[in-house]
């Protein structure tokens, strides 16, 4: 009687998944991702605040204050910050309101000179001009409300925001040791050890996230406050630094930053081109820092190489817009810490890591 190899029936535990299933399952997730984004972007963002506050927590508890005591005055410290973006972001506001007067009147001089140049060297008469704005203003009324619309959307999104992290951290936080009781449990007995050592390295892995995107605000502030000065604009530290802090504020806080400076060189110099050359100094420091200040900065510190920071962020820009770009880059780095120690998944590791790897010794 043949007997056959005890081994012949049995997969071996690093066998490859197949390409189609791959494929599969990269869909399924990002189907999942994209129409539960409502619940995952302020889950995770509260994810994001929790690991970063809770060495200060456990500081704090161990010193011997109340969990929820230490707990609420954490939280209290980011809504602080959070609140002093939000005035300074309304303080630029204000500061543009005082210059409205003079910026108005420069506004209509230099529409009064483009119609005179129009009707010089076009031939297109004042009447005729007006006829024109007129038209498009009766046009774009059937534009207003969905407009309005959407914006009012996009504020009642936000506002939902920054009620719920808040909410989802505090509970996170205060029941840390249950959720991770839980994750012992639904993994092997002898997985425990590698699951600790996970959730520590996350822990540290968002610290030094953080880290990165305050080296990526400080360059992005110098980088303004340069190119503002070379133009001549005043106060170029003032306004490089106030845009830096505010591009945490997705396409709105940049927008609003550049109002003031753009305001204040028209009025100062009498002359379209220092405007323009405040919006291309502004534009040319934003791609610098989506394609290089950020993957560079963020992704060493993460260890995760320049194109699969540039990759993350895209795809997190498709599925979860601006949110999506800032969060992905530590979902992949969690993905890095478990794929490190999962030996089918040796081959991701070395895809996402920066390519440096420590000799083996015999």
Not at 80 to 93: D, P, R, S, W
Not at 311 to 332: D, E, K, S, V
Request: proline fraction near 4%.
């Amino acid at each position: 009687m043949i007997q056959i190899p005890k081994t012949s029936n049995v997969i071996p535990s690093n066998s490859k998944f197949s390409f189609t299933t791959i494929l599969q399952l990269v869909v399924l997730i990002c189907i999942i991702l994209y129409y539960g984004k409502t619940l995952f972007i302020p889950l995770s963002f509260s994810l994001l605040i929790s690991f970063i506050l809770y060495p200060i927590c456990k500081w704090m508890e161990q010193k011997g204050i109340n969990q929820t005591i230490a707990i609420f005055i954490t939280l209290s410290t980011v809504l602080i910050l959070t609140l002093g973006i939000v005035y300074l972001l309304f303080l630029q506001i204000n500061e543009f309101t005082h210059e409205w007067e003079p910026f108005k009147i420069k506004l209509l001089e230099s529409l009064n000179q483009l119609s005179i140049y129009i009707t010089e060297n076009i031939g297109i008469t004042a009447d005729e001009q007006i006829s024109f704005f007129k038209n498009a203003m009766n046009n774009s009324g059937t534009e207003t409300f969905p407009l309005i619309k959407t914006i009012l959307y996009s504020l009642s999104s936000y506002a939902f925001l920054l009620l719920i992290i808040p909410v989802f951290s505090a509970l996170i936080l205060y029941h840390r040791k249950m959720l991770v009781q839980v994750l012992y449990e639904v993994f092997p007995p002898n997985k425990k050890k590698a699951i600790h050592e996970v959730l520590i390295e996350t822990i540290n892995t968002y610290y030094n996230f953080i880290k990165g995107m305050a080296l990526v605000y400080l360059i992005v502030g110098l980088l303004n406050s340069i190119g503002l000065a070379i133009i001549g604009v005043p106060h170029p530290f003032l306004f490089g630094f106030t845009a830096s802090i505010l591009t945490f504020i997705p396409y709105i806080g940049i927008m609003i930053s550049s109002l003031l400076p753009i305001a204040i060189s028209w009025i100062t110099f009498n002359s379209i081109w220092y405007p323009l050359g405040v919006i291309l100094v502004f534009s040319i420091v934003q791609i610098l820092e989506a394609y290089v200040i950020f993957p560079f900065a963020v992704g060493s510190r993460l260890k995760i190489n320049t194109l699969m920071i540039i990759i993350m962020i895209t795809i997190g820009g498709i599925l979860w817009g601006a949110a999506g770009m800032i969060l992905f880059i530590p979902f992949i780095s969690i993905i890095k810490l478990i794929a490190e120690r999962t030996e089918s998944l040796k081959t991701l590791s070395i895809l996402l890591g920066d390519g440096i790897h420590k000799k083996e010794t015999d």
